[in-house]
């Protein structure tokens, strides 16, 4: 099966992690970041996420080699699910960019499940997509420039299923 992937960009106007320890968030932006998801997740009834070390280690790595690269695209070959924002000229919070993934919900028809015509879902149906388990995140910024880095695992959007 393919699965389907998308990117999100917001224009707006130093590597950042969040280091927090496995499935209990410290640190007040990883724990943000993981309710965020969550309080999605529970408006469609399907179980909390939690987070991983390892996921925001390699969401670190990748935000810092956008970063550096001045590219916005997915990680190739990955075996995790991943959801990128990149906003330009400000910054963003973790539940910013989180609910920016979750205002996709408008555009998936649940009844298709599929995106409407010309619309994209994929960040949405990646962060409530009931099989997956785990979550890490990060950012990176330069300038004016910051990009947000979700691995997920097992990932999400797997093409002909349905997220819940």
């Not at 590597?15 to 932006?29: E, I, L, T």
């Not at 996420?49 to 996921?55: A, E, F, G, I, P």
């Not at 997915?74 to 906003?87: K, Q, T, V």
């Amino acid at each position: 099966m393919n699965r389907i992937h998308g990117l999100s960009t917001l224009t707006f106007g130093a590597v950042f992690a969040f280091a927090v320890p496995q499935r209990s968030p410290a640190g007040a932006a990883a724990r943000e970041m993981l309710a965020a998801h969550n309080a999605v997740r529970a408006r469609v009834k399907v179980p909390p996420l939690t987070w991983s070390n390892k996921l925001e280690s390699i969401a670190r790595q990748w935000a810092a080699s956008l970063i550096s690269s001045g590219k916005f695209e997915h990680r190739p070959d990955s075996n995790y699910g991943e959801n990128l924002f990149e906003i330009r000229g400000s910054s963003a919070s973790p539940a910013q960019v989180v609910n920016s993934w979750a205002g996709e919900a408008a555009d998936y028809d649940a009844a298709k499940n599929s995106c409407r015509a010309g619309a994209q879902c994929g960040h949405y149906t990646q962060v409530v997509w009931r099989d997956t388990k785990q979550a890490g995140c990060a950012m990176a910024r330069a300038g004016t420039r910051e990009v947000w880095v979700c691995e997920y695992d097992p990932p999400g959007n797997w093409q002909g299923q349905r997220p819940y």
